[in-house]
């Protein structure tokens, strides 16, 4: 979830400070939680001064917006398969490995943004720049003529992604990498049959 956050100063003191600590934070936030998460704690294992951290940052919560805003700063893109089914089978890929790697970042951000105003609003953007990304798969297809013009984009990641999130985050049950392509598949022909318009 992390990268770089200065674009004009690529391996300038200040770029490798941010990623150095951001990557503690990961870290931290993974194996001890929200309420294990500490300015000390992410000094000691990022190896920047104390002060330094304080004086950025101020608090755990500065901290935690810091990691989603440097989620939102990043270059991923959605893979292209040549197929909407095969896009969203990636799609899904990627967040069933996010969501069962242990310890896993995603999940314990998502739980920490509950704990803060600031961090729900930050993880709020990261997500809508995560579908405006996404969005692509179905511009892609549509310029295909896979799918239907005005097929609506955040419809059919809804429909392909969520369960993941419901099963894996909600029901804490697990998901066979077969079952989350299928659902990708399913979100895939629900677009080809001209039911997901805007």
Known sequence: MTSGENASRPGGRTARVRADVMAAVEAELAERGYDGLTIDGVAARS???RTTVYRRWRTVDGLLVDLLAMGADDNWTPAETGSLAGDLAELNREI???LTVLPSVTVAV???SFRTPDAAEALRRFWVDRYER???VVTRAVERGEIPAGTDAH???ML????LYHQLVLLRQPMSAK???RYA???AEAAKVGILHG
């Open 160 to 163: 392909a992604t969520a369960p």
């Open 110 to 112: 998502i739980a920490a």
């Open 155 to 157: 419809r059919v990641l």
């Open 179 to 181: 079952l989350a392509t």
């Open 185 to 187: 598949h399913d979100a």
């Open 134 to 136: 996404s969005a692509v």
């Open 47 to 49: 190896g920047v001064h």
């Open 96 to 98: 069933r490995s996010a």
